[in-house]
T-cell receptor, first 114, second 112 residues
């Protein structure tokens, strides 16, 4: 049963703390992405990775960091430098970036900063 | 500077009638266009797509139309069903990594 898993579903963080969101896929996809959704807005790209050990900043990378040590995993760290971290975070993957492919999304993690 | 606009935040349609969701874009670099459907507290699910070399793609009850000269994309759902009630996002692909740029979404409510 292939898919993308994100954990945890809900996460609470105190202001000033770093927190890491997990994203795992068993679809054998090369490319992975992190998006952020705020109320009434579309998804905005934070970081993406086309291949293991390589990743690129998206439109709103400030205050975030990622790693891609394994093909299956693309964790996102929300650092204390992110000014407005409360949001719904979505991870996605696609087969490759060599042709047009839809992105498959995980169920999301809702992060709340207290 | 919104590159992708969905100007209708919400749309209500009677069951069995046609739903038309619209999307406008400004950047001619977009070359692949997708529609996603999203339920609350879940990730979006892919619905239908179209490449820039086509002007129509149909899949069952769903048809996507692309008007490149007007930079306009639309999704037609016919007949609409109550289970179609969700937020619909248009998303446009560009760049070497096929990054997606999303519109703000339209909440579709299909009334029984």
């Amino acid at each position: 049963d292939g898919g993308i898993t994100q954990s945890p579903k809900y996460l609470f963080r105190k202001e000033g703390q770093n927190v890491t969101l997990s994203c795992e896929q068993n679809l054998n996809h090369d490319a992975m992405y992190w998006y952020r959704q705020d109320p009434g807005q579309g998804l905005r790209l934070i970081y993406y990775s086309q291949i293991v050990n390589d990743f690129q900043k998206g439109d709103i990378a400030e205050g975030y960091s990622v790693s891609r040590e394994k093909k299956e995993s693309f964790p996102l760290t929300v650092t204390s430098a992110q000014k407005n971290p409360t949001a719904f975070y979505l991870c996605a993957s696609s087969i490759s970036t060599n042709s047009y492919n839809e992105q498959f999304f995980g169920p999301g993690t809702r992060l709340t900063v207290l | 500077d919104q590159q992708v606009k969905q100007n209708s935040p919400s749309l209500s349609v009677q069951e069995g009638r046609i739903s038309i969701l619209n999307c406008d874009y400004t950047n001619s670099m977009f070359d692949y266009f997708l529609w996603y459907k999203k339920y609350p507290a879940e990730g979006p699910t892919f619905l239908i797509s179209i490449s820039s070399i086509k002007d129509k793609n149909e899949d069952g009850r769903f048809t996507v139309f692309l008007n490149k000269s007007a930079k306009h994309l639309s999704l037609h759902i016919v007949p609409s069903q109550p289970g179609d009630s969700a937020v619909y996002f248009c998303s446009l692909s560009s760049g070497s990594a096929r990054q997606l740029t999303f519109g703000s979404g339209t909440q579709l409510t299909v009334l029984p």
